[in-house]
């Protein structure tokens, strides 16, 4: 495609529930990262793809969250009995980060 | 350890110039990357300095010393619509290349 898309944009949730977050990155871009950024603080590394490596889980804030990429194509985030705190805006990026998808703000009630 | 380091706020005029700068502690170096932010938007990529020196791109401009481990992004000719945060973030080859961001920097543009 011609860029990052993210879906869904908005999401609100209430607390407990699982959501499933999805990123659809540039073709052939092999690198994709997700980054939660809550609101108005700095990008928070989540996790991040790169070719047919082990993915880097390094900031994956608990067990309630696990990521998974097919191949060089589309990646999902997944958080397991949301709660308040994961409110914030979830952000895709392709290939070294230079490109971002639009985000997609998860409210959990 | 890895750090990245650039001012909280900053605050400038209309038409002015300002500089933000952006060190960076890190154990490999692959580039150093701008970004820029509007409040509620997903970042926008600014600027690339793999080699010392300054890149100029219109109002913008970036420099880089990796001796130092310092850059700056040169804003001129301020605009309000340059109201945003401005990212600063360094790709690090002993994180299997993997993007270190600093906290950002919100700049201010009064007229």
């Known amino acids: 495609g011609a860029g990052v898309s993210q879906s869904p944009s908005n999401k609100v949730t209430e607390k407990g529930k699982d959501v499933e977050l999805r990123c659809d990155p540039i073709s052939g871009h092999t690198a994709l990262y997700w980054y939660r950024q809550r609101l108005g603080q700095g990008l928070e590394f989540l996790i991040y793809f790169q070719g047919n490596s082990a993915p880097d889980k390094s900031g994956l804030p608990s067990d309630r969250f696990s990521a998974e990429r097919t191949g060089e194509s589309v990646s999902t985030l997944t958080i397991q009995r949301t709660q308040q705190e994961d409110s914030a805006v979830y952000l895709c990026a392709s290939l070294g980060g230079g490109f971002f998808g639009p985000g997609t703000r998860l409210t959990v009630l | 350890g890895q750090n990245i380091d650039q001012p909280t706020e900053m605050t400038a005029t209309e038409g002015a110039i300002v500089q933000i700068n952006c060190t960076y502690q890190t154990s490999g170096f692959n580039g150093l990357f701008w970004y820029q932010q509007h409040a509620g938007e997903a970042p926008t990529f600014l600027s690339y300095?793999?080699l010392d020196g300054l890149e100029e791109k219109g109002r913008f401009s970036s420099f880089l010393s990796r001796s130092k481990g310092y850059s700056y992004l040169l804003l001129k000719e301020l605009q309000m619509k340059d109201s945003a945060s401005y990212l600063c973030a360094v790709r690090d080859l002993g994180s299997n290349y993997q993007l270190i961001w600093g906290a950002g920097t919100k700049l201010i543009i009064k007229p």
């Open positions: 300095n793999v």
